[in-house]
């Protein structure tokens, strides 16, 4: 609908008719992770060549420059509600930027598909590849338990029935 507003002649921004706004060529949409403050990042949403610009959140989403009085599409695979919410999006910090990216990589590995978003800039802990061995701990609730010195487990004296075992040798 937009398109057709703009190739008619007839749309204009806010109520000034002296210039109609006109069609400009798409711009593809690039999203960054940028520093709002020293533990928080933020997406920046940027277009080719445009340094201010209004978006309209169509299917598929528009931009629109108020000095040039152009619009035009961008090129992105993101929906217009889905670009409307990307800048909408507040900062994050350091602990919900681990969240995402550890959501993000579960989702890749799942799909093979490429994310929508950029990866956060964080540092995960890197994963590694060994079989976990199990270990066997039993306690009684009823009785204190302190290990010894050679490994074997000493029961505390309280009365009958004390007693220490020995490893085997």
Do not use: Y
């Not at 190739?7 to 992770?33: E, H, I, K, M, P």
């Not at 709002?36 to 629109?64: E, H, N, R, Y």
């Not at 964080?122 to 009823?142: E, G, Q, W, Y």
């Amino acid at each position: 609908m937009l398109e057709l507003s703009i190739s008619s002649g007839r749309c204009f921004l806010d109520n000034d008719r002296r210039q109609a706004l006109t069609a400009g060529q798409a711009r593809t949409l690039s999203v960054v992770w940028q520093a709002v403050s020293k533990d928080a990042q933020q997406l920046v949403a940027a277009l080719d060549g445009l340094d201010q610009w209004w978006a309209v959140a169509t299917d598929p989403p528009w931009w629109i420059d108020p000095a040039s009085a152009t619009a035009g599409p961008i090129e992105t695979q993101l929906s217009g509600e889905q670009f409307a919410l990307l800048l909408e999006a507040s900062a994050m910090s350091e602990p919900q930027l681990e969240t995402l990216a550890d959501r993000q990589a579960e989702q890749q590995s799942e799909s093979d598909s490429q994310s929508l978003l950029p990866s956060p800039p964080v540092t995960l802990a890197p994963l590694i590849d060994v079989t976990p061995t199990p270990v066997l701990i039993l306690r009684s609730p009823d009785q204190e338990c302190t290990p010894c010195l050679h490994g074997a487990w000493n029961r505390r004296s309280t009365g009958i029935g004390t007693t220490h075992v020995a490893p085997a040798l």
